[in-house]
């Protein structure tokens, strides 16, 4: 029996999952295939972290630590859905809901000062920010548009790129730091033999602190430490307010609070009080008293003001709201109800919220509801650069249009934790004025980092086997697709560097004959690619992870209108198969509206597509000819869901998610009835198929007729899976078929 794990995760594409996780299981049956869930949400996650806190009814098992041993072994064939990579709002918020549902967790210790607070706090955090992927990419990623999804998109081009005004007449324009950041110090060294690492932190008088010791390297391994010089961050920020001000632009700020879980939610405190200077300042004793955390964004500045008498909860509201009228108007996030992009850190999220910027003509919404240039700050040069240039590049030349532009693929280095996504660990800020330093078995110290009180240090790794590992897969997609290559690397980067020796190392290992390669850095990488995108051209972006996570987001979101519809397969190193089905950015706000109003507009595309190459892995794998059949069928039922527009809709009493799978499972039924290649499927199929179709009208109507009213599905974090059910699967009709096989 052939096993295909499918996440069970969070937000719309676990709602979606009630839809569409019976209709796999139902087609998959008899076939020698299983398909089963395996729970790494974040309400799963905290369970499992904290089982000594809960009965035994209400533990489950660390199914992430599970899913970590399994993509080691070449079984392995993991269905694998947007997960939360959760912020400290985030992972409080789901306690607390979890609280509420009898689960007996103790509070999240926001300021840990105590050794118990300290090591709940310790517990907890593995629950924060990129949590589950490091666990399971245990290999490099191929993402890109599948050719039928691109083909639909270009014969129906989405119809949500907002025009750039004329040449030289937007303001918008992306803001970095030119010196002090993570850019401007990073070192990088390769191994030269396997070592175990310390990091220390020696102050100014000589006194040393052992930060993290234990690490282990291996010979190859390409490591590096850099740091963000928190007193130019503010000094940028300050500046660039004060640009925007003086323009009349919106101010807004772009940064991954989620998966950069320690440093970037520090980023994101410090652009919080630069821009509140006057009134965080003036009240200092009273907000620390209180609890109030910048890093947390204002919402949770002005959540602890209830804490304090109603009279000096308006002094302070009110001396907040006095700094609004002297610095430059913020981006929103929702100017109905006044959330700002300064107030939670996981609301405007830089992978997700830039490309809107380029797809909204270089402008963000204000208070009033309009849209208006902005000023993106995006602090550090490391992934700034590629944003600012395609900007310039659309104030040059204007929007793109999806039915002509080509594609840029990704093929990313993220296998074993690779850089800075696996840097998490290796994170501190730095308690006075000093050096870290991080010192070999031997006591040597194999590179330091000078720092002054607050600055954010980070070190991070790429192991040489997944590097090579890249290299291989690039090339080969360069073969199969006859697009060009280009490695965003960029020799003035230190640990790019170090990436670019290995890159021309490994490239004369493989045959390259034929395929066109290029190592640029991501200015000049964006510029080539942008112009070949203009020309209807297509590129392979063959980068490291952060930027693969940022630019599988940038394309597609611009050429499809979504990176929810993008495939995503991960070969692991063992040589299973990781398939992931898009990005959940957007995903809270399709929660919102299906618990409003009763209509789940995700797109499960990338979920249909995903399980197509994940058959094919048990076909190939194990001879099994019902998975190529069902993958064969599958692929021509999302051809024919393409064809005839079943995408979901944004609006409500229109076709949703759950009509969309509806009409993929009526396609693929009918694509098995229709094949010979196995007569036993072809049965089988044959009934099902006709009773769909004879019944399509009655269910389309069953899951039209059940929106327009608010849902309750008893949770947002842990939804009851009963309500939940009932809610996502309300076509009785429907039911009885799927149920039936």
């Not at 369970?47 to 806190?53: E, P």
């Not at 980023?267 to 006057?278: E, I, L, N, Q, R």
């Amino acid at each position: 029996m052939s096993k295909i794990i499918w996440s069970k995760i969070d937000e719309a594409p676990a709602l979606a999952t009630y839809a569409f996780l019976p209709v796999v299981q139902a087609f998959t049956k008899g076939t020698g295939i299983e398909v089963e869930t395996k729970d790494i949400s974040l309400a799963g996650r905290i369970i499992a972290n904290m089982a000594d806190y809960l009965t035994e009814d209400q533990r489950i098992a660390d199914f992430l630590a599970e899913l970590g041993e399994l993509v080691k072994k070449p079984e392995a064939n993991i269905i694998k859905l947007p997960n939360i990579s959760a912020s400290v709002p985030q992972l409080k918020a789901a306690i607390k809901e979890l609280q509420g549902k009898g689960y007996k967790l103790p509070d999240y210790p926001e300021e840990a000062t105590t050794a118990e607070e300290k090591e709940l706090q310790a517990r907890y955090a593995k629950c924060l920010g990129s949590a589950v992927n490091p666990v399971l990419r245990e290999g490099n990623s191929d993402r890109r548009a599948a050719a039928s999804v691109k083909a639909f998109a270009q014969k129906n081009p989405h119809r949500m790129m907002k025009p750039w005004p004329a040449p030289g007449q937007s303001q918008c324009r992306v803001a970095h730091m030119e010196e002090g950041d993570f850019y401007a110090t990073e070192k990088s060294v390769t191994m030269e033999k396997d070592d175990v690492i310390k990091f220390e932190f020696v102050d100014a008088a000589g006194q040393v602190t052992v930060l993290k010791e234990g690490l282990k390297l291996i010979a190859g391994e390409v490591f590096d430490s850099s740091v963000m010089r928190v007193a130019k961050l503010r000094e940028f920020y300050a500046a660039t307010a004060a640009e925007a001000k003086q323009k009349g632009v919106l101010l807004s700020l772009h940064l991954k609070a989620t998966m950069m879980k320690v440093s970037d939610p520090v980023m994101f405190g410090h652009a919080v009080s630069v821009y509140f200077k006057d009134a965080l300042e003036k009240h200092a004793a009273t907000l620390k008293e209180i609890g109030a955390n910048p890093n947390m964004g204002l919402g949770d500045i002005l959540n602890k003001l209830d804490k304090l008498p109603a009279d000096k909860k308006a002094e302070i509201e009110a001396d907040i709201n006095a700094c609004y009228e002297t610095q430059a108007k913020l981006a929103m996030v929702d100017s109905r109800k006044n959330i700002t992009n300064l107030h939670v850190p996981n609301d405007v999220i830089v992978d997700a919220s830039m490309p809107n910027v380029v797809r909204d003509g270089g402008k963000m919404w204000n208070k009033q509801d309009e849209l208006q240039d902005t000023i993106a700050m995006v602090p550090d040069r490391c992934y700034a650069l590629m944003y600012r240039e395609i900007v310039e590049d659309c104030n040059r030349n204007g929007q793109f249009d999806p039915a002509t532009m080509g594609s840029v693929s990704n093929v990313g280095l993220m296998a074993q934790k690779a850089e800075e996504y696996g840097s998490h660990d290796k994170t501190f800020i730095a308690a006075g004025k000093g050096v870290i330093r991080l010192v070999n078995s031997a006591g040597a110290v194999v590179m330091e980092q000078a720092v002054e009180q607050g600055d954010i240090f980070r070190a991070c790794q790429a192991k040489d086997i997944p590097i090579k590992d890249w290299v291989k897969l690039a090339v080969s997609r360069g073969k199969a697709s006859g697009q060009p290559v280009v490695f965003w690397l960029d020799e003035n980067r230190a640990h790019d560097a170090q990436i670019i020796k290995k890159v021309n190392k490994y490239l004369p290992e493989f045959d390259t004959a034929g395929v066109e390669i290029h190592i640029m850095d991501s200015v000049k990488a964006m510029r080539f690619s942008v112009e070949r995108i203009r020309r209807g051209e297509s590129t392979i972006s063959a980068t490291g992870n952060v930027l693969r996570d940022y630019l599988t987001d940038l394309f597609p979101i611009l050429e499809l209108g979504t990176s929810a519809r993008m495939l995503s397969i991960v070969p692991l190193l063992a040589g299973g198969g990781l398939f992931e089905t898009g990005a959940g950015g957007s995903a809270p706000k399709h929660v919102e509206q299906f618990l409003k109003e009763g209509h789940n507009r995700w797109d499960s595309l990338g979920e249909y597509c995903a399980l197509v190459p994940s058959f094919e892995m048990i076909a190939a794998n194990e001879g099994n000819q019902k998975a190529a059949v069902l993958a064969e069928t599958l692929d021509a039922a999302i051809g024919k869901y393409l064809e005839n527009q079943k995408l979901p809709s944004r609006k409500v009493k229109e076709i949703d998610n759950r009509g969309s799978s509806f009409w993929l499972s009526l396609y693929w039924a009918e694509a098995l009835a229709a094949q010979s290649k196995d007569a036993a499927l072809q049965a089988r199929f044959a009934p099902v198929a006709k009773a769909l179709s004879d019944n399509a009208a009655k269910i389309d109507q069953e899951l039209i007729d059940c929106q327009g009213s608010p849902v309750d599905i008893g949770g947002y974090y842990m939804p009851d899976d009963a309500k939940a059910a009932a809610a996502l699967r309300p076509s009785a009709t429907y039911n009885a078929i799927i149920d039936a096989l």
